[in-house]
């Protein structure tokens, strides 16, 4: 279980053309795993040098800046 701690930001995807909001989430218990199939292959724990091998395009701009400022703190 997860909770949202704030929207990070939205756009159509260029891939697939479907709506994506992105929000970062803090862990409160269990154990992460994958809840439709359709839309998510798997679930992996990864430092931040081994992100590029599961997303060869880069991050959402926010993503990426959100994720540079909590990872350097």
Do not use: K, N
């Not at 269990?30 to 809840?35: I, L, Q």
């Not at 439709?36 to 292959?41: G, L, M, N, P, T």
């Not at 701009?61 to 540079?68: C, K, T």
């Amino acid at each position: 279980m997860c909770a949202a701690s704030h929207v990070l930001g939205d756009r159509v995807h260029p891939a697939t053309g479907r709506r994506m909001i992105y929000v970062a989430c803090d862990p409160i218990s269990g154990t992460a795993r994958v809840a439709d199939e359709d839309e998510i292959a798997e679930v992996a724990w990864c430092d931040i040098g081994e992100v590029r091998g599961y997303v060869p395009s880069g991050f959402f701009a926010p993503v990426q800046a959100y994720l540079d400022a909590v990872l350097r703190s």
